[in-house]
């Protein structure tokens, strides 16, 4: 009997223990305030894909040029082995996450057999009349587990109605129909070009449009929201993602998750309309979340051509970290031959990309240190600095509200060598970080590695090797305290 009250009175006791607050508990610790402007959870999703492609195929793909006029004969459209399947595979094997295909470019013609106009395959003599590239692009990019996105160029060399309200609806219209038909993209590209020369429907004539108002932007991106509330809008103002200024596949440094757009001439900003002089680096505090997309190809030009060869694999690396490391996105286009296929010289150069990546970042070698702060929120496990080494971007280190410039470090039981740094902020509570320093410890000193502004959704450095037992990240300049959800520390392979 007195065994079974002393064990009853024990287990009161722990219930009561339990029953009390915990010091360093999940439950008890508020997590930080956001900060600025923040993220939607679609802007999120597309944050995480980090890499996809664009995909230049139409008439131009058999012209030779860039810019078709709008006055191509439907039949000049032929790929001889077209196969969505390869295409897409090709994609996937340059570890790019999703393919955005130019339903329709400047010149009019559409890849899909549209109902509201004659200029599209299904007047080709390509599957006489019978192919659809959209669709075909669509399912192979769901047999390869690859995202689907969409580009309805707004310019239109070859409709008649181009510069009129008709157009208008007709762009609407073909809006409508790609999402009915094909389902919700995961980015939806908005061009800038708009207006120009053309053959409109044999007028030949050049068209002038004022891009601020022609497009009532706001109702057309408010239509696409309503069908696909998912989709993240590009165009050179958003407003989801922005153009990052350039097409030669670099973010500026910093650049910032946030901008504060302005116009031109007294006019409102627009996609083609607008100072340009910000997009790449963003603005900091800016009264918008609308990071930026580094668009660039792999060849010189945008379309295929017989003379052109496509970037190395080392620099297309290099466009990775000056796009994605800097907390922008990477848009690499990959346009088929005239055949209808990715050249075997382009897949050869994504894959070697692919290669390369996939195995600097194999091994987090943070992971295997142990990790110290000099602050922890509320000494709370649910912002402990470990969460910055636990492979999930949902968890991350804070500190305590008044702790804004705070400092941890990696120690490691046996030196390890490494040459890329990799950092992220915990993107749902806004872009917190202004400054940070990063340094080694060699000989018993800290010896300064990298000094940064701008993390965002991410930051990764390539320096030199380095050889070290300790690394310390210090955190200079932040307005709130920080919120960071990954620490790396990684080696580049070996060149062969």
Known sequence: MTAILEIATASLVLAFMFALPQVGSARDV????????????????????????????TVNTFTGREWGL?????????????????????????????????????????????????????????KNGKGDVVGDISLACKRQGLKFGMYLSPWDRNNAAYGTPEYVTYYRNQVRELI??????????FDGANGGSGYYGGANETRHIDATTYYDWPDTWSLIRKMSPDTVMFSDVGPDTRWVGNEQGEAGYPCWETITLA???????????LDTSNLGSGTRNGNAFIPAEVDVSIRPGWFWHAAEHPRSPENLVQLFY?????????????????????????????????????????????ANGTITASNTRGDSRRYGPEMMIDGNRDTYWATDDNVNTPEFT??????????????????????????????????????????????????????PSVTTGQVRVRITASPVCPAISEFGLYKQPDHD
């Open 30 to 57: 508020a997590p930080p305030a956001p900060y600025g402007a923040v993220p939607s959870e679609r802007q999120l999703k597309w944050l995480n894909l980090e890499m996809y492609g664009f995909c230049h195929f």
């Open 70 to 126: 709008g006055d191509e004969k439907e039949s000049v459209f032929d790929p001889t082995e077209f196969d969505a399947d390869q295409i897409a595979s090709a994609f996937k094997a340059g570890g790019l996450n999703g393919l955005i295909l130019t339903c329709k470019h400047h010149d009019g013609f559409c890849l899909w057999p549209s109902q509201f106009t004659s200029h599209s395959v299904k007047n080709s003599t390509w």
């Open 180 to 189: 009915d038909r094909y389902g919700q993209p995961f980015e939806w590209w």
């Open 263 to 273: 116009g031109k001439d007294g006019k409102p900003p627009a996609p083609g309309v």
């Open 322 to 366: 000056q796009s994605v490391g800097r907390g922008a996105t990477l848009n690499l286009n990959v346009p088929p031959d005239n055949r209808g296929r990715i050249d075997d010289e382009d897949i050869a150069s994504l894959k070697e990309f692919h290669r390369i990546l996939s195995q600097t970042f194999a091994v987090n070698l943070a």
């Open 410 to 463: 990696a120690s490691f039981a046996k030196p390890i060598t490494f040459d890329v740094v990799d950092l992220r902020e915990y993107m749902p509570l806004g872009q917190r970080v202004e400054g940070f320093e990063i340094d080694t410890m060699q000989n018993g000193t800290w010896s300064p590695f990298v000094t940064g502004s701008s993390i965002g959704n991410r930051y990764l450095f390539r320096g």
